[in-house]
């Protein structure tokens, strides 16, 4: 550690620390636009500028190093000369556009001016004029004259978002911040660049001259998306949200979101909302109000269970409900007599009910520890934005990035090795690096796999999980998705065991964990694939969207087709063909509530504006339908007293579980024939990002593409831009082809998730390519 003083006060700090890091463990604070706590040192701003003792004249403090017995002073004649005379650079080509910009009330530069500004310009010249871009649909970069080269948007791309999609051009008074020619800027954390301009340079386009920032209110919420739990502040303009910024806490999102997370709201106020609760006679849809809503359901709930039995009924909720919504829907239909309730919409393997309660395994924040880092099916960069960023600086301070996977895609992440193969071929792979772990432990081998040989990255990926350093193996959606899931878990589980690693899942959903613990799931019922495959009389459908939230739509539509009574609960309108009620409820600004994120962390949240229309919080109306039922014990007064039941006492990490203590099965590797791989594109994950309006025009929300192996791609005799017509079961879309790199000769990637795609089955499993 090394002492230095600042105005006075005496600090010690790191050694190699900088001063601006002393000044701010001590709370005194330097003016600065470039630097930035998450970024590293860039010192071209110059606006911090302090005199330091012996020093010949004024030095940066954001990088000028510590040094012993060293006395700085930010605030003496000398440091305030050299900083207001930064700021008179600083706005000599500024434009005067205050009243009209979108940063105007929230900008460093127009803070600053206050104190470090003159009142009149000494210069004459004309100002100079940078040209507007198009960065795309999230971005505005319609006025880049205010831009002051601070460069933290192009830092922020090289070294969190990992893509390089801001740079700088020319010099001097020439220079100017511009993305590559022809390019928008795609990154899914671009919208951190918005929170990073410290001037009106970069701008969000969705709140575009939409409010001043005097006039919004600032309520705190947290992500409903997916299992990272990001915090929020939402902020609201006449009871209508206007924009959503990140809440800064270092265990959780530290002070990022990903645009997923920023830009969602917008579907909050769109045209799709269901406002009104609306009952189907006679094959037309009625608006009502709630009472004679809530009856009639009641009544034809009632009417099934007596005439078919209550194992006619089920209900499905999708992972994105709160931990309330999902407790009071399984006491319900338990209630009525069913055990027949599931929130794993994606889900195909079942066998590990009962045995695990899936989880990270580790805090959130312990990510920056690992040196050794084995991840099986993901699609990292998409499905965990933040988590994938953690990951990325992680590797920057030396760890190692194992894949197993069935596409190559760019992480942006270096990767130590990886192995791409078809999601068939997972359980063997597996079976090889846990040969080649007992084979350098000098231990017995599994039974199971006696005769695997394993391939070179194998053993690599094998000594690399046998380091004695901090590791960890995380299993992605598509593992939890994958027909073989206990058994990957079972092989994950035995290379924990014998290398020392954490064993965690990159659970999917912002309350996958949180069903677990509200117990929605059934415990002798049927689980949610059996719903469809085994069809009911009646489904209650809360938050879920089968066409496109299930593990095989196919069959879900069927089943809901023949259905004698659906109930839908959703904030939006939707399944008006099958559905024969729907309840307007609230999206998660609406209402109060928790979500438990993928490391066991509880955060609830308050509504942050009235509900729409008739709309009515989840747990609310569920709590009138199980008095409307009879049900006992279900006179809840709050959200928070339905938490407290379900959480109960004690730290619930304690009540989460990943060791299932099953046995390794032998690897059955598929027979010949394509097989499908399907992601869920990011901006399709749930019904609030579906329907936001700016996220749906990226690159990200494109209509999917079948993407082939090259040899795939050759043998079909296709061209750049041909299209394709895919078949599995008895569906089939029409989809335009492209070589996906580095996949597998049997493998066909198609996105699940999408209306272009719900007429196909199962996320995995045989498909034929035909050239349309």
């Excluded at 505005?140 to 978002?161: D, K, L, N, P, Y």
């Amino acid at each position: 550690m090394v002492e230095i003083e600042i105005d006075g006060k005496k600090v010690e700090v790191q050694e190699g620390s900088m001063v601006m890091d002393a000044a701010n463990k001590l709370g005194t604070y330097i003016p600065h636009f470039c630097y930035h706590k998450k970024l590293s040192i860039a010192a071209n701003c110059r606006m911090c500028l302090v005199e330091v003792e012996k020093a010949p004249k004024p030095l940066p403090a954001c990088a000028t190093p510590v040094t012993s017995g060293m006395i700085v002073r930010t605030g003496s004649d000398k440091a305030v000369k050299a900083q207001k005379g930064v700021m008179e650079f600083l706005l000599i080509n500024h434009p005067l556009d205050c009243p009209i910009c979108d940063q105007g009330g929230e900008c460093q530069l127009q803070d600053l001016a206050v104190g470090y500004g003159a009142s009149a310009s000494r210069y004459q010249e004309e100002k100079r004029v940078v040209f507007h871009k198009n960065a795309g649909p999230l971005i505005s970069m319609e006025e880049m004259t205010r831009c002051i080269h601070c460069t933290r948007c192009v830092r922020f791309g090289q070294e969190i978002a990992g893509v390089m999609e801001l740079g700088m051009l020319n010099r001097g008074e020439h220079a100017e911040i511009t993305a590559f020619v022809g390019k928008t800027i795609n990154s899914e954390l671009s919208g951190n660049m918005i929170d990073l301009c410290p001037v009106g340079a970069l701008t969000s386009k969705p709140f575009r001259y939409s409010a001043r920032t005097w006039e919004l209110s600032r309520r705190k919420s947290v992500s409903p998306h997916d299992s990272l739990g990001a915090n929020l502040v939402v902020q609201v303009k006449n009871n209508r949200v206007m924009r959503v910024l990140p809440f800064e806490n270092e265990a959780v999102n530290e002070c990022w979101l990903s645009d997923k997370d920023r830009f969602s709201y917008e579907s909050l106020n769109g045209g799709d909302r269901l406002t009104k609760p609306m009952i189907k006679q006679d094959g037309q849809w009625q608006e009502t109000d709630w009472q004679t809503a809530l009856e009639y359901v009641a009544h034809g709930l009632k009417n099934i269970r007596h005439e078919h039995g209550a194992d006619a009924i089920a209900a499905l909720a999708a992972p994105h409900s709160t931990l309330e919504e999902l407790s009071l829907l399984q006491k319900l239909v338990r209630g009525i007599g069913s055990d027949n309730v599931d929130f794993r919409l994606r889900q195909s393997d079942f066998s590990l009910d009962g045995k695990i309660t899936p989880w990270l395994g580790m805090p959130i924040a312990e990510f920056a520890q690992l040196k050794q880092i084995f991840v099986v099916g993901s699609f990292l960069r998409k499905d965990h934005p933040l988590l994938a960023s953690r990951v990325r600086q992680a590797v920057k301070l030396g760890a190692k990035l194992d894949i197993l996977h069935a596409t190559d895609d760019d992480l942006l992440i270096p990767v130590s090795h990886k192995i791409i193969q078809a999601p068939s071929d997972w359980a063997a792979t597996l079976g090889e690096i846990i040969v080649a772990v007992a084979q350098l432990k000098n231990i017995a081998v599994p039974a199971v796999f006696f005769g695997l040989t394993p391939s070179t990255e194998a053993k690599n990926i094998a000594s690399g999980l046998l380091l004695d350093v901090p590791k960890a193996i995380f299993l992605g959606n598509a593992a939890s998705q994958h027909p073989q899931a206990s058994q990957l878990h079972a092989s994950i589980e035995w290379l924990s065991e014998n290398t020392g690693s954490k064993f965690g899942y990159l659970t999917e959903a912002a309350n996958t964990v949180g069903g677990y613990l509200a117990n929605a799931m059934p415990v002798t019922g049927a689980h949610a694939a059996q719903f469809f495959t085994a069809p009911r009389k009646a489904y209650l459908l809360l938050n879920a969207e089968p066409a496109v939230d299930c593990a095989n739509p196919q069959v879900a539509n069927a089943a809901l087709g023949q259905a004698e009574m659906v109930i839908v609960m959703s904030a939006f309108k939707h399944a008006l063909d099958y559905a024969d009620v729907l309840l307007p409820i609230a999206p998660f600004t609406e209402t109060s509530g928790s979500y438990v994120n993928c490391e066991g962390r509880v955060q609830s949240f308050n509504g942050t504006v009235k509900p729409l229309g008739e709309t009515r919080p989840g747990w609310k109306v569920l709590r009138v339908l199980g008095n409307l039922l009879d049900i006992p014990d279900f006179n809840y007064e709050s959200s928070e007293v339905i938490r407290d039941e379900v959480i109960g006492v004690g730290i619930v990490s304690d009540r989460l579980n990943n060791n299932a203590r099953t046995e390794l099965n032998a690897p059955v590797r598929e027979s010949a024939g394509l097989q499908r791989v399907a992601d869920v594109p990011i901006y399709f994950t749930d019904p609030i990002v579906r329907r936001a309006a700016s996220l749906q025009a990226t690159a990200d929300a494109k209509v999917p593409v079948a993407y082939l192996s090259a040899a795939l791609f050759t043998q079909l005799g296709l061209q750049e831009g041909a299209r394709v017509i895919v078949r599995q079961g008895a569906g089939s879309a029409l989809l335009k082809a492209e070589i996906g790199a580095g996949q597998p000769e049997s493998v066909v990637r198609v996105a699940a998730g999408h209306p272009a795609t719900a007429a196909l089955g199962a996320m995995f499993g045989s498909v034929v390519v035909e050239r349309a």
